[in-house]
């Protein structure tokens, strides 16, 4: 049995090591989006974090500063990015075999690969 499963099934295991490393360049690139994103607004504050130090502010204030401003980002994109996921499986529906499009486990933890 595993060996009809293993001759008639190579397309779709294609498929799926294709969209596991196209999801993980996808997060790659998110990465490093999120970090030019993050570092383009310090470097905007920059010259206001100056001042402030200058002032008398304490490192630790900016730092907590800029990691709210810096999570206030990323915050909004948690609640604009998990609808969409959950609406794009929705509609990727069809094509999950043995698995409920609203699972939380396919969100956090990644499925292993057969083809490897």
Not at 26 to 40: K, R
Not at 88 to 114: H, I, N, V
């Amino acid at each position: 049995m595993r060996r009809q499963m293993d001759s008639t099934l190579p397309t779709e295991r294609l498929l799926s090591a294709l969209s596991s490393m196209f999801g993980v360049l996808a997060l790659i690139l998110a990465s490093i989006e999120l970090y030019g994103v993050l570092s383009d607004r310090i470097e905007q504050h920059r010259h206001s974090i100056g001042i402030r130090m200058a002032l008398g502010t304490s490192a630790l204030s900016v730092v907590f500063s800029v990691v709210r401003q810096s999570g206030r980002v990323i915050v909004a994109g948690l609640v604009v990015g998990i609808p969409v996921a959950f609406g794009a499986s929705r509609a990727a529906e069809s094509m999950l075999w043995g698995l409920k499009p609203s699972d939380p486990t396919s969100y956090l933890m990644e499925q292993p690969c057969c083809v490897w």
